[in-house]
């Protein structure tokens, strides 16, 4: 094998593991490594190999967890539009992330770099379309911009546990989170 072929398999199975650890610890935060190993198709051993540490693995799920928020965020265009019609591009972006917002939700230092510090208010993208909502009148003036980003989290993470305990399809669960943040963000008369 070349150097090139054993590191490519090496990131695919370190990625496997990652990938395998979000599912896992998605719907059972405190699965062990043995569990996440099974899920990832690897002996136990492989995974101490990539990840010596719980702790380890923990920081590559982070980071894995930014770079997929990143990623939705740009996919769904939130400069583009609408104020409320890039708030519920980036709805549907976010709820695909799955498993890993239930992550998230159970482990909310998960995406918090520790040297970075964590920053006070909203994300500045975020805060620009609700502003941008206010002035085009799709987002009630009302409601500021790290209200709207809860909400948000909060009708993520409700839909999340809906479709677990309810078995309703995605698309279903998905309708209603829109239906919900459509209506909670629509301007009122004064």
């Known amino acids: ?6 590191s490519g398999s090496r990131a695919r199975t370190r990625q496997a593991i990652i990938d395998a650890a979000i599912e896992v610890l998605g719907r059972n935060p405190a699965a062990s490594l043995g569990d ?4 990832a198709e690897v002996g136990r ?3 101490h190999r990539y990840f ?3 702790s380890d693995l923990l920081a590559a799920v982070g980071a894995e967890a930014v770079a997929r928020l990143g990623r939705a965020t740009a996919q769904a265009r939130i ?3 609408t104020g409320a019609a890039a708030l519920r591009r980036l709805c549907q972006e976010y709820f695909d992330l799955g498993n890993l917002l239930s992550l998230m939700f159970t482990e909310p230092d998960l995406c918090v770099d ?3 510090g964590q920053s006070a208010g909203c994300d500045p993208e975020f805060a620009a379309m609700v502003e941008r909502g206010h002035a085009d009148g799709t987002i009630d003036p009302a409601l500021p911009a790290d209200w709207l980003q809860c909400l948000v989290w909060s009708q993520l993470y409700a839909g999340w546990a809906y479709l677990a305990e309810t078995g309703a399809s995605r698309h279903e669960v998905l309708r209603l989170i829109l239906r919900t943040v ?3 963000i629509a301007v009122r008369p004064a």
């Open 182 to 184: 459509d209506g909670a």
């Open 79 to 81: 400069g583009e539009g």
């Open 52 to 54: 010596a540490e719980r």
């Open 114 to 116: 520790p040297a970075a």
């Open 45 to 47: 051993t492989t995974l």
């Open 1 to 6: 094998m070349t150097d090139q072929q054993v």
């Open 36 to 39: 996440i190993a099974t899920a």
